[in-house]
């Protein structure tokens, strides 16, 4: 079945990075975008950005530019969402998901999430 | 604050039914029929709902249903069941230079 799983949860200091992987299985992982979405304790949903892991090809958010790179490495079907100069207001559970329809950005299936706790 | 204005909670009796708005502007949810409603139970990972304003994946009830108005999108919960409580998020995709979608703030929904 199609499937993503992430990687496990991390705790790290502030102005450390953090890079949170999530796995594709079940169907071509090229041929669909994956986008990031993030959720701080007790808030809503907060878009980050995606990458087309087919060509490699990102747009982040205008929030996180200059501190978020999302990569992928197709050998192994997995997405990266690396964060870096963390801050105590980044920790949140991060979720990949692909998105079904691009244009209308449906995110129909999504990782389990992964909690990024920052704290000194 | 979140970009799309949700109602913070809304509750129902078994069997009842509830809607729960969504309001953006003509750059979000008035201009595109790009609207998405997202499901999330505690702890789990949100699970698509409705998408393009109404259209159900496979799989989910159709007892729910959506809808748009203007800059208004809607989720309707007919025959509310006590699963269905959960938190329930908008998105849509938005034509602002900083992001490319947008997400409610969100609306906790509480079966009686």
Request: net charge neutral; charged share 15%.
């Amino acid at each position: 079945q199609v499937q993503l799983v992430q990687s496990g949860a991390e705790v790290k200091k502030p102005g450390a990075s953090v890079k949170v992987s999530c796995k594709a299985s079940g169907y071509t992982f090229t041929g669909y975008y994956m986008h990031w979405v993030r959720q701080a304790p007790g808030q809503g949903l907060e878009w980050m950005g995606w990458i087309n892991p087919n060509s490699g090809g990102t747009n982040y958010a205008q929030k996180f530019q200059g501190r978020v790179t999302m990569t992928r490495d197709t050998s192994i079907s997995t997405a990266y969402m690396e964060l870096s100069r963390l801050r105590s207001d980044d920790t949140a559970v991060y979720y990949c998901a692909r998105v079904v329809v691009p244009a209308a950005i449906v995110m129909d299936v999504w990782g389990q999430g992964t909690t990024v706790t920052v704290s000194s | 604050q979140s970009a799309l204005t949700q109602p913070a909670s809304v509750s129902g009796s078994p069997g009842q039914s509830i809607t729960i708005s969504c309001t953006g502007t003509s750059s979000d949810v008035g201009g595109y029929n790009y609207v998405s409603w997202y499901q999330q139970h505690p702890g789990k990972a949100p699970k698509l709902m409705i998408y393009e304003v109404s259209n159900r994946p496979s799989g989910v009830p159709d007892r729910f249903s959506g809808s748009k108005s203007g800059n208004t999108a809607s989720l309707t919960i007919s025959g509310l069941q006590a699963e269905d409580e959960a938190d329930y998020y908008c998105s849509s995709y938005t034509s602002s230079s900083t992001l490319d979608v947008v997400f409610g703030g969100g609306t906790k929904l509480t079966v009686l």
